[in-house]
Structures are given as C-alpha cells and as structure tokens.
C-alpha cells in the first residue's frame, strides 16, 4: 500500500521556520521525483519545490528562493522542506508528491499557518 505521511506543519509567527518531512512507504522510493506543492484557501495547488530521484537537482518557485530548501534521503524514504524566513502568504496545506513518468502518488497534506 502506497503511504505518504506529512508531518511538521504548525502555527509559527512570520519570519520563523518550520521543517516539513514526508515518509514514504510501498513503493520504490529512491526511483521517485518528489516535490512539494501547497494549496491556499480560494487558490489553486502550486509547486513549491521538486527533487531528483538521486537529489542532484532541485527547483522551486519563484516566490520560495532563498528561502525553502527541499532534500530527501533515501534510505529513510523520506523528503524535506526546510522553510525559513516564513511570510503570511506561505500560509497553506503543503502536500507531498511522488512522480515517475506518469505515476503520481498524493499525500494528504499538511496545515503550515504563519501568523503573528
């Protein structure tokens, strides 16, 4: 069975941080791109960040450079997202995203809240 388990999400005040981790289990994890996405409230799901099946190739949004960092590690089949300097607009559900070729696997995401 396909698993992908958010956690770290939380309340934090603007300019805080937060870790993100996703542990992924039932399939063939080291083989997977995996990114993170969120979804704010009246907005659609965006892109945050994406990493290469062997981690030697990262993207992110515009709006999170400098900021996010995305790293897995795939002996624990598991992603990160390293958020620092946070702002109100990066308040949203992250949800964790497992892609190979047109394989795409969904966590059910996680609540991240910035607010003073």
């Known amino acids: 069975q396909v698993q992908l388990v958010e956690s770290g999400g939380d309340l934090v005040q603007p300019g805080g941080s937060l870790r993100l981790s996703c542990a992924a289990s039932?399939?063939?994890?080291?083989?997977?791109?995996m990114s993170w996405y969120r979804q704010a409230p009246q907005k659609e799901r965006e892109l945050v960040a994406r990493i290469s099946s062997t981690g030697g190739s990262t993207n992110y949004a515009d709006s999170v450079k400098g900021r996010f960092t995305i790293s897995r590690d795939n002996a624990k089949s598991t992603v990160y997202l390293q958020m620092n300097s946070l702002k109100p607009e990066d308040t949203a559900v992250y949800y964790c995203n497992a892609r190979l070729y047109i394989i795409n696997y969904w966590g059910q995401g996680t609540q991240v809240t910035v607010s003073s």
């Open positions: 039932g399939f063939a994890f080291r083989d997977y791109a």
